[in-house]
């Protein structure tokens, strides 16, 4: 199971440049736009959700702008997937060693099968990008170039839409 550690280590590893801010505990975007903390750009920071075909067996982790709506059925016809839902605790505890609420693109790092896929918004491409590191409690600014790189380099496949 990847810790906070973990995936600071990884960052570490690759010389990826990287800044960290602690907070209270997180649980949704709405309670994170509360958050006020000097230098915490909250427009960078995805709402992240896991989600699931109807025959679970294609996966997706889902980063969306934070005040943009998840139309599943859109999704599905611009990914060609078949009909979308949201995925279980169970589901994403198994595949991604997460646990509701603290939902995050480094996540896919504990994928070992590589079997969720990486969906990501477009506004992302250029600039910083805000995601918990496995826990909650903080969260890590980084280029988004060096996310995409890192998912890719472990497997898992990526999507911009």
């Not at 709402?47 to 996966?59: A, H, I, S, V």
């Not at 982790?61 to 605790?89: H, M, N, Q, T, V």
């Amino acid at each position: 199971m990847l810790t906070r550690d973990d995936i600071l280590a990884i960052l570490d590893e690759k010389g990826i440049e990287y800044r960290e801010f602690f907070h209270s505990a997180v649980y949704t975007i709405e309670e994170a736009e509360h958050l006020s903390i000097p230098g915490f750009d909250i427009s960078r920071v995805p709402k992240n959700l896991f989600l699931r075909d109807d025959k679970k067996r294609e996966y997706y982790l889902l980063s969306i702008a934070p005040d943009e709506k998840a139309d599943l059925k859109e999704l599905r016809r611009k990914i060609g997937s078949r009909p979308l839902s949201f995925a279980s605790e169970d589901d994403l505890k198994r595949l991604l060693s997460l646990e509701k609420g603290s939902v995050t693109p480094f996540g896919l790092l504990a994928d070992e099968e590589r079997k969720v896929h990486a969906i990501f918004s477009r506004c992302f491409e250029n600039g910083e990008f805000g995601v918990h590191p496995m826990v909650n409690t903080s969260t890590v600014f980084l280029a988004f170039d060096s996310l995409v790189g890192i998912t890719k380099e472990h497997g898992n496949e990526i999507i911009i839409i």
